[in-house]
Nanobody, 119 residues
Framework: QVQLVESGGGLVQSGGSLRLSCQAS????????MDWYRQAPGKQRELVAS???????NYADSVKGRFTISRDNAKNTVYLQMNSLKPEDTAVYYC?????????????WGQGTQVTVSS
């Protein structure tokens, strides 16, 4: 059974940093992509950053230059380093793993970790 477990959230002042971790119960190479999403109160869940199996990374415009997604293959863990945090980064952050075949796509989700940035 696939499990994704996030950690590293918390309360930080504006301008501060946090590093989120997402540990998978299986090899992260079993996913075509691993992503970080976030959902703020009253808003839709949005894609923050992605790392593809080949290593390509993508970021939402709102976090480019401030957030970095990376992975440690040996630890089956994906990270999201968040610098220069802003109050608008406050949200629950979710780890997502995507598996794609010729006929289906399946998403695996973690339970989420709260990030709160105070002004």
């Amino acid at each position: 059974q696939v499990q994704l477990v996030e950690s590293g959230g918390g309360l930080v002042q504006s301008g501060g940093s946090l590093r989120l971790s997402c540990q998978a119960s299986v090899s992260i190479f079993s996913f075509n992509a691993m992503d970080w999403y976030r959902q703020a109160p009253g808003k839709q869940r949005e894609l923050v950053a992605s790392i593809l199996s080949g290593g390509t990374t993508n970021y939402a415009d709102s976090v480019k230059g401030r957030f970095t997604i990376s992975r440690d293959n040996a630890k089956n863990t994906v990270y999201l380093q968040m610098n220069s945090l802003k109050p608008e980064d406050t949200a629950v952050y979710y780890c997502n793993g995507v598996r794609v075949s010729a006929s289906w796509t399946y998403d695996y989700w973690g339970q989420g970790t709260q990030v709160t940035v105070s002004s």
